[in-house]
Structure formats: C-alpha cells, structure tokens
C-alpha cells in the first residue's frame, strides 16, 4: 500500500487541498489516496478539478465518468473548459492552457496535488537531455513549486508507475485510457511507448536512477539558486520610482559578474516571471548589457520583455507593453480619472477654473516652474533620470495649451498643482 503521510505533513495547515483529477490512473489513485486520508485524519477541504481541453470527441464523456467517482467518494468536482491555442506543440499548448486554469482555482496558500510518478520525472528528464536543456531544465519536477497564489505539489514522484496500477487493482478503482496516449507522433509518447521499453529491456532500473538523478540535479540547482539570491541582493536595490511598481536590477551589478553567474542570477529572477529562452536566444541578453550607453535596447521573452534605462534593467509586462495615446477630458478634477490601460490620476491642490485634459507627450512640452521660469519638459525628464519607456506613458495635466503638472514628479507649475499617477499594475505571475 502507498503511504503519502510523509508527502502531505508539509501541507496540512493549508486553506484548502486539490486534486488535478483527469480520470486516468495516476489521478485516480492519488484522489482516493487523499480522501482515505482526509477521512482518516484531520485535513484541510479536498475538492477535484478536472479539465477539459476539448481536444478529442471521447473526452466528452470523462467529466461524468469523473463526476460518478466523486460522488462516490462524497467530493466536490470542479469541471474547467480551455481553449488550446494552437501552436508548433500541442502538448505544449495543453500544459499551459491546463496550469493556466489550475493557477486561477487555487486562493492564497491552497494546494493542488498532481499525480506525475517516477516514470513521468523520468521521462521528463530524458526528455530535456534531448532538447539540451541546462541545469534548471534538467532538474525535471520539483516535488512542490508555486502556482497562483498557492502552490503545486506532486506526492507520487517517488512512487512508480506499477505501484499505482497494483494499488488501483487492490482496490478496484475504474480508470479512462486516453487513446491519445497510444499516438507516438506526440513526443512523450514515444519516450514512453518506444524508447523506455527498450531501456528498461536492458537496464531494469532504468528509470529510477533516472529520478534519482533529477532528484541530485534538483539539489545542485538549489545551490545554485542560492548563489544567485546572493547575486541580485545588491543588483535589486537601489531602484528609482518606487511608483512606477516595476522589478529592475542594477546593470553594473551584474556586469561585475562573470558571464556564467550572469545568466545564473538572471535565469533565477527571470524565471519567476516567464518562461526562460533556450540556449539560442541567451544573445538577447548579450545585446541588451553591450548595446551603447545612450541605446534603448530590448530583449523580448515569452512573457514579457526586458528594457535598459539609465543603468537599469526594468521588467515590463502586461498593459506597460501596449501603447497610450489619445485626450481625456476631465469634467470634474475633484474626482480620480480612470486612464485607458494606463492606471489613474487625481489632483492635488486647487485646478484654476475651466475644463482641463490629460494627455501624453508629443515633444516640445515646455513648463512653467518657480523659480526657473519655462523649461523644456525633455530636459527635465532627462535631468530626473526619467527611464524612457515611461515618459510617453506620463501623464501631462492641461488647461487649454498651457502646461499646468506633470504627474508624480517634482515639477508642479505654477499654482502648486500635483497630479498623482496609479500606474498600471505589472504583477509577476508565477511561471
């Protein structure tokens, strides 16, 4: 019999527990497991999640199939449609949609339990030994990781794929056999159906040494995590414009660096915020540090983009990658106006009398400031230090063709106005 009370201690104070439950044999296994378990000793709610990627006509019938074994167990199923965007990897595509929709269930602190095995980390990491992947690629699936605002654990990873089988047997659980899995053409698939029962024929214990040594793998990647911690503790501080809500890192920080621990810290701190580019697009990086002082160069990746202002890396995502453009009107100044995928603005201090605008910069802005008379608005954003990509994005307080605030900085006009800017949030998804 499988025993997960070891792999459940960590998360028995959590909120809530889930099940990623497809109906096949793996999930079937670990939702009865859990449920002999939550009937057995005090546990958090368990509840079933089961998705439905809409990719085959014969998955229509599983969420029923899912539903009966959850009633029978007296649990709570959630049933989530995704739309799968096509793209050079179906599977790929699936994964994302599927996590994707597992990171919108889970509340802060919740857990949703997985069902991949030793065979599964196995064939993972034969998988990206294939595709030449590094060190934090190699070290295949971690036992729990962020996902959303709780977290993913997988409890079996240590438990092999004919353990399950004889525990469903032993219990007599009914299982789905997904007919896609029998389609070599996907590339997990053929590890699974055509390479390992050949490296099982002729090394038995072949895919145990394999999880064993992702497991070693995992270890070296944490020690290098913390050497990358230690690396951005400096390159992180220091951050201008704490408004603006955005990650940076110092640029001479890390060019102290050597190449090696270079790309070190930056996989660590990219990787909380996108997927990491292969080996190939590693060249981004080396344009973005060596382009020329004054250049606005730009590394775009698979979630977001990296920019370089003034010394700084800066992390945009999200609405700070879509232009603003465009006059707001402002009835009533007394009252926070809502920008089009740019945040907010109120006022302080007391607007002169007349209607009064927002807008974004067009050049040749010129400002009224005390003691320094009119100014030209690009020498003062340069003066400040102002990083580029937010200056066609700052908002501008108008009345008629005179100038009256340029939000969140320290250059009221005259009649002290200030005009507060929310920007858009730019929130770092987990990845």
């Keep these: 019999m499988i025993n997960l009370t070891a792999q459940l201690s960590p998360w028995l104070n959590a909120p809530a527990w889930y099940v990623a439950f497809s ?24 509840r079933a999640v089961h998705i439905h990627h809409g990719l085959q006509a014969a998955a229509d019938d599983w969420p029923q199939h899912c539903q009966s074994i959850c009633d029978g167990l007296g649990l709570e199923l959630q049933v989530i449609h995704v739309q799968v965007t096509p ?30 095995h030793r065979e599964d980390q196995a064939e993972t990491l034969l998988f990206r030994l294939l595709r030449g992947a590094g060190l934090r690629g190699l070290a295949a699936m971690p036992a729990a990781r962020p996902l959303g605002q709780g977290w993913l654990a997988r409890p079996l990873l240590a438990v092999g794929r004919a353990q399950l089988l004889a525990q469903a047997n032993a219990q007599g659980l009914c299982w789905i056999e997904d007919p896609s899995n029998a389609n070599t053409t996907y590339a997990r698939n053929y590890l699974r159906g055509e390479v390992f029962p050949v490296l099982n024929h002729r090394w038995p214990q072949a895919a145990s040494n394999l999880a064993r040594s992702a ?12 050497l990358a911690a230690d690396d951005l503790a400096g390159a992180a501080q220091g951050a201008p414009f704490a408004w603006l809500g955005l990650d940076s890192l110092d640029l001479a920080a890390l060019e ?19 997927r990491l580019p292969d080996a190939r697009h590693w060249a981004g990086w080396d344009s973005l540090r060596d382009a020329v002082v004054d250049a606005q160069p730009v590394w775009r990746l698979g979630d977001g983009e990296l920019q370089r202002s003034h010394g700084r890396i800066w992390w945009l995502k999200g609405q700070w990658l879509v232009p603003v453009k465009g006059v707001l009107a402002w009835a009533d100044p007394s009252v926070p106006l809502t920008l089009p995928g740019n945040g907010c603005v109120s006022v302080q201090g007391d607007c002169p009398p007349g209607e009064v605008q927002v807008r974004y910069r067009q050049g040749g ?9 009119r100014r030209d608005l690009k020498r003062l954003l340069n003066e400040l230090q102002v990083p580029h990509f937010v200056r066609s994005r700052l908002p501008l307080l108008w009345q008629g063709e005179r100038l009256l605030a340029v939000a969140n900085l320290p250059l009221a006009g005259q009649g002290g106005i200030q005009l507060h800017w929310r920007p858009p949030t730019s929130v770092q998804g987990l990845s």
Excluded: C, I, K
Excluded at 30 to 36: F, G, H, N, P, Y
Excluded at 39 to 44: I, V
Excluded at 256 to 265: C, D, F, G
């Design 23 to 46: 109906g096949g044999l793996d999930s079937t296994v670990l939702l009865q497991l859990l449920a002999d378990y939550a009937r057995r000793h005090r546990a958090p709610p368990l």
């Design 87 to 116: 793209g050079a990897s179906l599977e790929q595509a699936a994964r994302d949609a599927r996590y994707a929709a597992f990171a919108q269930v889970l509340g802060a602190g919740e857990v949703l339990f997985t069902g991949q």
């Design 215 to 226: 497991g070693h793998l995992g270890e070296a990647l944490g020690l290098l995590d913390e």
């Design 256 to 274: 102290a660096l050597s190449p090696a621990r270079q790309r070190n810290a930056l996989q660590y701190w990219l990787s909380r915020r996108t």
């Design 365 to 373: 802005e010129m400002l009224e400031v005390p003691g320094r008379g």
